[in-house]
Protein backbone atom coordinates (compact mmCIF):
# COMPACT_ATOMS: atom_id res chain seq x y z
CA UNK A 1 0.00 0.00 0.00
CA UNK A 2 2.84 2.48 0.81
CA UNK A 3 4.50 1.54 -2.36
CA UNK A 4 1.66 2.98 -4.70
CA UNK A 5 0.81 5.91 -2.76
CA UNK A 6 4.67 6.70 -2.88
CA UNK A 7 4.33 6.12 -6.73
CA UNK A 8 0.89 8.68 -6.84
CA UNK A 9 2.64 11.40 -4.86
CA UNK A 10 5.72 11.55 -7.18
CA UNK A 11 3.44 11.18 -10.57
CA UNK A 12 1.93 14.29 -8.86
CA UNK A 13 4.96 16.11 -8.47
CA UNK A 14 5.99 15.12 -11.84
CA UNK A 15 3.08 16.19 -13.74
CA UNK A 16 3.62 19.87 -11.10
CA UNK A 17 7.05 19.91 -13.32
CA UNK A 18 6.19 19.55 -16.28
CA UNK A 19 3.01 22.16 -16.02
CA UNK A 20 5.84 24.66 -15.44
CA UNK A 21 8.52 23.44 -17.83
CA UNK A 22 5.94 23.84 -20.72
CA UNK A 23 5.33 27.22 -20.34
CA UNK A 24 8.96 28.29 -19.44
CA UNK A 25 10.36 26.55 -22.14
CA UNK A 26 7.62 28.06 -24.70
CA UNK A 27 8.59 31.58 -23.39
CA UNK A 28 12.60 31.34 -23.45
CA UNK A 29 12.86 31.68 -27.26
CA UNK A 30 11.10 35.08 -26.95
CA UNK A 31 13.47 36.54 -23.64
CA UNK A 32 16.94 35.42 -25.78
CA UNK A 33 15.60 36.83 -28.90
CA UNK A 34 17.10 40.06 -28.33
CA UNK A 35 20.02 41.15 -30.23
CA UNK A 36 23.11 41.32 -28.49
CA UNK A 37 24.63 44.77 -28.19
CA UNK A 38 27.99 45.15 -29.52
CA UNK A 39 31.52 46.01 -26.84
CA UNK A 40 32.88 48.85 -28.49
CA UNK A 41 35.56 48.92 -25.67
CA UNK A 42 35.83 47.68 -21.99
CA UNK A 43 37.86 47.75 -18.96
CA UNK A 44 38.09 47.44 -15.20
CA UNK A 45 39.69 48.70 -12.78
CA UNK A 46 40.69 47.47 -8.91
CA UNK A 47 38.33 50.15 -6.49
CA UNK A 48 38.59 50.09 -2.94
CA UNK A 49 34.95 51.18 -1.38
CA UNK A 50 35.46 52.97 2.05
CA UNK A 51 33.60 52.06 5.30
CA UNK A 52 30.96 54.15 6.57
CA UNK A 53 31.55 55.52 10.42
CA UNK A 54 28.70 54.34 12.67
CA UNK A 55 28.60 57.49 15.46
CA UNK A 56 27.12 55.46 18.83
CA UNK A 57 24.25 57.09 20.13
CA UNK A 58 23.78 59.29 23.55
CA UNK A 59 22.83 56.51 26.12
CA UNK A 60 22.76 56.69 29.76
CA UNK A 61 20.66 59.74 31.87
CA UNK A 62 20.45 63.13 30.72
CA UNK A 63 23.08 65.71 32.07
CA UNK A 64 22.28 67.71 34.99
CA UNK A 65 21.93 71.25 34.35
CA UNK A 66 24.14 74.39 35.89
CA UNK A 67 24.38 77.17 36.00
CA UNK A 68 26.75 77.86 33.12
CA UNK A 69 24.95 76.00 30.93
CA UNK A 70 21.88 78.33 31.09
CA UNK A 71 20.90 80.34 27.85
CA UNK A 72 22.60 83.89 28.66
CA UNK A 73 26.08 82.13 29.79
CA UNK A 74 25.91 79.65 27.00
CA UNK A 75 24.91 82.26 24.02
CA UNK A 76 28.16 84.36 25.50
CA UNK A 77 30.60 81.34 25.70
CA UNK A 78 29.23 80.53 22.21
CA UNK A 79 30.40 84.14 20.97
CA UNK A 80 33.77 84.05 22.58
CA UNK A 81 36.78 83.68 20.05
CA UNK A 82 39.11 81.27 22.43
CA UNK A 83 36.28 78.89 22.59
CA UNK A 84 36.33 77.74 26.05
CA UNK A 85 35.26 74.45 27.41
CA UNK A 86 31.80 73.55 27.68
CA UNK A 87 31.31 73.48 31.42
CA UNK A 88 28.70 70.82 31.56
CA UNK A 89 31.36 68.09 30.12
CA UNK A 90 33.28 68.61 33.38
CA UNK A 91 30.32 67.26 35.81
CA UNK A 92 29.90 63.88 36.76
CA UNK A 93 27.18 63.28 34.14
CA UNK A 94 29.16 65.17 31.59
CA UNK A 95 32.37 63.07 32.22
CA UNK A 96 30.24 59.72 32.83
CA UNK A 97 28.87 60.30 29.29
CA UNK A 98 32.36 60.77 27.53
CA UNK A 99 33.77 57.41 29.02
CA UNK A 100 30.23 55.04 27.79
CA UNK A 101 30.82 56.89 24.52
CA UNK A 102 34.55 55.85 24.68
CA UNK A 103 33.26 52.47 25.99
CA UNK A 104 30.88 51.80 23.25
CA UNK A 105 33.39 52.65 20.10
CA UNK A 106 35.99 50.32 21.78
CA UNK A 107 33.26 47.74 21.77
CA UNK A 108 32.03 48.24 18.42
CA UNK A 109 32.90 46.25 15.67
CA UNK A 110 34.96 48.14 13.19
CA UNK A 111 33.68 48.75 9.61
CA UNK A 112 36.84 47.59 7.20
CA UNK A 113 37.11 48.84 3.84
CA UNK A 114 35.38 46.69 0.88
CA UNK A 115 38.10 46.14 -1.70
CA UNK A 116 36.74 45.55 -4.77
CA UNK A 117 36.68 46.39 -9.36
CA UNK A 118 34.55 48.66 -11.20
CA UNK A 119 33.83 48.01 -14.73
CA UNK A 120 32.78 49.70 -17.61
CA UNK A 121 32.01 49.14 -21.29
CA UNK A 122 30.92 51.52 -23.81
CA UNK A 123 28.14 49.54 -26.51
CA UNK A 124 26.70 50.49 -29.60
CA UNK A 125 22.90 50.33 -29.97
CA UNK A 126 21.73 49.43 -33.47
CA UNK A 127 18.22 49.27 -32.47
CA UNK A 128 15.28 51.36 -32.25
CA UNK A 129 14.67 50.47 -28.36
CA UNK A 130 16.09 52.02 -25.91
CA UNK A 131 18.60 49.95 -23.74
CA UNK A 132 18.70 50.55 -19.52
Not at 102 to 124: C, H, L, M, W
Amino acid sequence: MSVNTTLYNSSIDMNRALCILIPVLALAPLCFSQDPLPVIRSNWQPSVQKAKSVEPGETGPAREVIIDDTLGPRKARELRTDHPDNPSDQTPDGRRAMIEKNEQEANAPKARDTPGFIYSANVRNDGSNTVK
